[in-house]
């Protein structure tokens, strides 16, 4: 896929997001599902918790995804030519169970500034309103950032529960994606999704976020990757390049670098959550 177009820019600049992105073939995405349950067969709640970030730590094939020349051509669009990888999350939602999540701005809680960021959401399944599709309401990214509860409630995948109250569903827009495609949104756009009422899994993975080589952590440390162009900040440590699935030195670069970014999402919080 080239860079994004003219249109597709102009869109994500008034709305705060760009959907339905072409990236990966549908054989690709399974393959990624195939890694991640090949991970959850054989190493048991090893992707639970805190450990569903830096995922592509652990596995060469998801370090190979945030390489890839169709994601990244369409961020470059975004936050110029030079761009670190500083995380992923898988946002997993199985079937009769009741994960959601809370309307919230990326940027509240994440510390990295400025806001030359852009979060690449990857459907490894199909994802939309039947099995709890994220949800964007569009020109919110243009306002402050808002003021956020902590509810910490039972089923939210948010690591505090960090809500802003009373968005109306009727203004947001589903981001309605088949495997393969990807979305793109602001660090300040507003956004979650509610449950999966399908029988299969919704599996997004996602890379939170591309950053720009000048978009510094202010509240803490992240790993990085170079994705492309140069770094010529050196704001951020570099991870290991995984080599083998799961193993000891991989484990061990996840394990850091999931230490270092539980200080983040908990920073000033009296209360840690499940994730
Ligand atoms: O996967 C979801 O439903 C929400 C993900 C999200 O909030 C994000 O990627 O910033």
């Excluded at 652990?58 to 995380?87: F, T």
């Excluded at 890379?207 to 803490?220: A, H, P, T």
Aim: proline share 3%; with cysteine.
């Amino acid at each position: 896929m080239p860079n994004l177009t003219v249109k597709q820019i102009d869109h994500y600049n008034k709305k705060g997001y760009i959907s339905e992105l072409n990236v990966l073939t549908t054989k690709q995405a399974k393959e990624i599902r195939c890694e991640i349950e090949k991970i959850e067969k054989e190493w048991p709640n090893s992707l639970d918790g805190i450990n569903r970030n830096y995922v592509h730590l652990i596995s060469p094939i998801l370090n190979e995804v945030c390489l890839n020349k169709n994601i990244l051509d369409a961020v470059e669009s975004i936050i110029g030519k030079n761009i670190l990888i500083c995380g992923t999350t898988l946002f997993i939602k199985n079937p009769y169970e009741k994960g959601f999540v809370s309307f919230h701005q990326d940027a509240k809680y994440i510390g990295l500034e400025p806001h030359n960021w852009v979060t690449a959401w990857i459907a490894v399944t199909n994802s939309n309103e039947n099995n709890g599709c994220m949800r964007m309401l569009p020109g919110s990214h243009i306002e402050d950032l808002k003021y956020h509860n902590e509810n910490f409630d039972e089923g939210n995948l948010l690591t505090r529960g960090q809500t802003i109250e009373n968005v109306s569903l009727e203004m947001t827009e589903p981001i309605v994606l088949k495997a393969g495609q990807m979305s793109l949104h602001h660090p300040k756009v507003v956004h979650g999704s509610g449950i999966n009422k399908s029988k299969d899994r919704r599996i997004g993975f996602v890379v939170q976020s591309y950053i720009g080589s000048n978009v510094d952590q202010v509240l803490g440390k992240m790993y990085v990757q170079k994705a492309r162009g140069e770094d010529n900040f050196k704001y951020h440590e570099y991870s290991n390049i995984p080599i083998k699935l799961m193993g000891l030195n991989e484990i061990n670069s996840r394990n850091i670098a999931n230490n270092e970014l539980s200080k983040i999402f908990y920073k000033g919080s009296e209360k840690i959550g499940k994730y």
